[in-house]
């Protein structure tokens, strides 16, 4: 058995599981295009929207795909959680995310974790990174 976890974006699935590849150290498996979908109507309307694809970031899967708009709702009720080894991983993580984001707590010490943060990133995921257990 294994666990992990399917993310609705809002058209930008392609942009966003590039972005975590790059600033979180992710690797692509894959990024099947809507247009590329054996189904001719669904493909002709939705372009280059994503219908599948998934990413391993530090042995944890996230897979993901865009929604029709008038489907689509912003992540609630949930974060990700990344539990990293160190303060400046924290402060790394959290810089790449929150540009263009919304930031919940900046990096601090808590009685929990010596550095630990929320924000909400450009795509609407909701993270928050502690450094520690």
């Known amino acids: 058995m294994s666990l992990s976890f399917h993310i609705d974006f809002n058209g930008q699935c392609e942009e966003a599981f590039s972005f975590y590849a790059e600033h979180l150290g992710g690797t692509i498996g894959t990024m099947q295009h809507v247009k ?23 042995g944890v899967e996230i897979a993901g795909a ?15 959680l990344l539990g990293v080894d160190s303060e400046e991983k924290v402060k790394t993580y959290f810089n790449a995310l929150q540009i263009d984001g919304h930031v919940i707590l900046a990096p601090q010490k808590t009685f929990w974790s010596p550095c630990y943060a929320i924000v909400i990133d450009r795509f609407g995921v909701p993270w928050k990174i502690n450094y520690g257990t």
């Open 36 to 58: 590329d979908s054996p189904i001719p109507a669904f493909s002709e309307a939705h372009g280059k929207a994503i219908v599948h694809a998934n990413i391993r970031i530090d």
């Open 66 to 80: 865009d929604i029709d708009p008038s489907r689509y709702e912003k992540p609630k009720g949930f974060y990700v």
